[in-house]
């Protein structure tokens, strides 16, 4: 048989591209040699934010003072945590496989190479068979960055030096977690394990935390989990990892943290070894595929989503990659737009952010002005939260008078932003905006609010 589409992994942008297809009537194949949902479902996304759920419960009933609830001896059972995340888990695997069945996709367990192209098609070989397709779409997603620190490979070899996968399945909680790297994986496993009642230590080679963050947003969630007891080694470049402690250099000199166990979270690189990529003369630039905004790689048919691509590492920019990539199959007009993709840090406080930052406009010299508001012009944000310090920041285009960026910290800040990058996607202007009944109280009502501050 030859399949209209073989997909090549099985995460967000692969199972929704197969998905995508099979509703078209394509015939499709998707390849995933671990489990259907890939990192984001099986070690990354879900995993993580039912960690940070239970850990908020928590911090919520030791708390419970603040908001006359009282309760005593409040302990976050970790074993029970993780049983909870593996139920998750399997239920989610198990909806994929379902909508993989209900669409009429072809499943198939294994490690794809790709080993050429024939008169019928590409040719895909998963152990001994070997299946082809028209047209590939190729989503294996993305895999840790390991730096070259001595002590790193052995220290991970046995255990004491973990990545995403391993630490969202530890059994015990460690007495001291170090963790290498201060961006979005790090904070977020900072947070769980601070809560979980971990000492723990974040060492970021950066002047601040939380990468491209606005800086004003990430200076507020850094005094949150200083408040909190995370510890901080800002502008610390780590040396060595030993056998039980991590070593690293600052302006101050050499200095050592002690540690049970190791997180490295300094960012992800895409997945392509192995794939046979240069059978089919497939580009790649700097360890990604290249793509153009209708996610075709150089060769007619080939098309890569997701991580794999290097263009915007988050799941739901592959969901959206992976249905570029169908439409444009189908013969229907659509292209990749990356200028309004929201992003999200799940601690506690959460961080939603979408657009422009203060240093990125200004890097590319656009003129705009700033509304920043506190959350507490919510009256559900003053309900709910006890002394928060969240704000809303917001940059507006000074001639168009339309949104540029949008950036929260504070309860719900999750399930707000995706307003905020449908007005940026829309462009929307202000006086547009304020026409738009919001409903109240909320949170998310302080964009409206923002706006008659201009």
Same mark, same amino acid.
């Given at each position: 048989?030859?399949?209209?589409?073989?997909? $090549?992994?099985?995460?967000?942008?692969?199972?929704?591209?197969?998905?995508?297809?099979?509703?078209?009537?394509?015939?499709?194949?998707?390849?995933?040699?671990?489990?259907?949902?890939?990192?984001?479902?099986?070690?990354?996304?879900?995993?993580?934010?039912?960690?940070?759920?239970?850990?908020?419960?928590?911090?919520?009933? &030791?708390?419970?003072?603040?908001?006359?609830?009282?309760?005593?001896?409040?302990?976050?059972?970790?074993?029970?945590?993780?049983?909870?995340?593996?139920?998750?888990?399997?239920?989610?695997?198990?909806?994929?496989?379902?909508?993989?069945?209900?669409?009429?996709?072809?499943?198939?367990?294994?490690?794809?190479?790709?080993?050429?192209? #024939?008169?019928?098609?590409?040719?895909?070989?998963?152990?001994?068979?070997?299946?082809?397709?028209?047209?590939?779409?190729?989503?294996?997603?993305?895999?840790?960055?390991?730096?070259?620190?001595?002590?790193?490979?052995?220290?991970?070899?046995?255990?004491?030096?973990?990545?995403?996968?391993?630490?969202?399945?530890?059994?015990?909680?460690?007495?001291?977690?170090?963790?290498?790297?201060?961006?979005?994986?790090?904070?977020?496993?900072?947070?769980?394990?601070? #809560?979980?009642?971990?000492?723990?230590?974040?060492?970021?080679?950066?002047?601040?935390?939380?990468?491209?963050?606005?800086?004003?947003?990430?200076?507020?969630?850094?005094?949150?989990?200083?408040?909190?007891?995370?510890?901080?080694?800002?502008?610390?470049?780590?040396?060595?990892?030993? #056998?039980?402690?991590?070593?690293?250099?600052?302006?101050?000199?050499?200095?050592?943290?002690?540690?049970?166990?190791?997180?490295?979270?300094?960012?992800?690189?895409?997945?392509?070894?192995?794939?046979?990529?240069?059978?089919?003369?497939?580009?790649?630039?700097?360890?990604?595929?290249?793509?153009?905004?209708?996610?075709?790689?150089?060769?007619?048919?080939?098309?890569?989503?997701?991580?794999?691509?290097?263009?915007?590492?988050?799941?739901?920019?592959?969901?959206?990659?992976?249905?570029?990539? $169908?439409?444009?199959?189908?013969?229907? &007009?659509?292209?990749?737009?990356?200028?309004?993709?929201? #992003?999200?840090?799940?601690?506690?406080?959460?961080?939603?952010?979408?657009?422009?930052?203060?240093?990125?406009?200004?890097?590319?010299?656009?003129?705009?002005?700033?509304?920043?508001?506190?959350?507490?012009?919510?009256?559900?944000?003053?309900?709910?939260?006890?002394?928060?310090?969240?704000?809303?920041?917001?940059? $507006?285009?000074?001639?168009?008078?339309?949104?540029?960026?949008?950036?929260?910290?504070?309860?719900?800040?999750?399930?707000?932003?995706?307003?905020?990058?449908?007005?940026?996607?829309?462009?929307?202007?202000?006086?547009?905006?304020?026409?738009?009944?919001?409903?109240?109280?909320?949170?998310?009502?302080?964009?409206?609010?923002?706006?008659?501050?201009?």
């Amino acid at each position: 048989m030859v399949y209209d589409l073989i997909v $090549i992994g099985a995460g967000p942008g692969g199972y929704v591209g197969a998905e995508r297809a099979g509703h078209a009537g394509l015939s499709a194949l998707l390849i995933e040699k671990r489990a259907l949902g890939g990192v984001c479902l099986n070690e990354g996304c879900i995993p993580s934010k039912t960690l940070l759920n239970s850990a908020k419960i928590a911090d919520y009933a &030791k708390n419970g003072n603040q908001y006359g609830v009282s309760a005593e001896n409040v302990k976050l059972d970790h074993t029970a945590v993780i049983n909870r995340k593996n139920k998750a888990v399997r239920t989610l695997v198990a909806g994929v496989s379902m909508k993989m069945k209900n669409n009429g996709v072809t499943v198939v367990n294994g490690e794809a190479v790709i080993t050429g192209r #024939s008169t019928e098609g590409y040719q895909v070989k998963v152990d001994a068979t070997v299946y082809t397709g028209k047209r590939l779409m190729i989503a294996t997603g993305s895999e840790p960055a390991m730096p070259a620190i001595p002590g790193l490979k052995e220290g991970y070899a046995y255990g004491f030096v973990l990545t995403n996968r391993e630490i969202l399945d530890l059994k015990t909680l460690p007495e001291k977690l170090v963790i290498i790297g201060g961006g979005v994986i790090g904070l977020e496993m900072a947070s769980y394990f601070n #809560s979980a009642g971990c000492k723990v230590t974040v060492v970021e080679m950066l002047d601040h935390i939380a990468g491209p963050t606005d800086r004003e947003i990430s200076s507020i969630l850094y005094n949150n989990y200083k408040k909190a007891g995370v510890d901080f080694k800002l502008s610390a470049k780590v040396t060595e990892i030993t #056998s039980d402690s991590v070593v690293f250099e600052t302006s101050e000199g050499v200095q050592t943290v002690a540690a049970d166990k190791v997180l490295v979270s300094i960012g992800r690189k895409p997945k392509i070894e192995g794939l046979g990529l240069e059978n089919i003369h497939v580009q790649t630039e700097r360890g990604r595929i290249v793509t153009d905004e209708h996610m075709q790689t150089n060769i007619p048919e080939v098309y890569a989503v997701g991580d794999v691509n290097g263009v915007s590492m988050l799941a739901h920019t592959a969901y959206r990659e992976a249905e570029v990539c $169908i439409n444009t199959i189908l013969g229907q &007009k659509d292209r990749m737009r990356y200028h309004a993709i929201p #992003s999200v840090i799940y601690t506690n406080p959460e961080v939603g952010s979408v657009g422009e930052t203060e240093e990125s406009a200004k890097e590319k010299g656009l003129e705009f002005d700033i509304v920043k508001l506190p959350l507490a012009y919510s009256g559900r944000y003053v309900a709910e939260t006890s002394r928060g310090d969240g704000i809303i920041k917001v940059l $507006i285009h000074r001639k168009y008078r339309t949104l540029l960026g949008v950036h929260i910290i504070g309860s719900y800040a999750s399930e707000i932003i995706y307003g905020a990058a449908m007005m940026i996607e829309t462009e929307m202007r202000v006086e547009d905006i304020r026409q738009i009944v919001f409903p109240h109280p909320t949170v998310g009502e302080v964009i409206r609010e923002a706006m008659w501050e201009l």
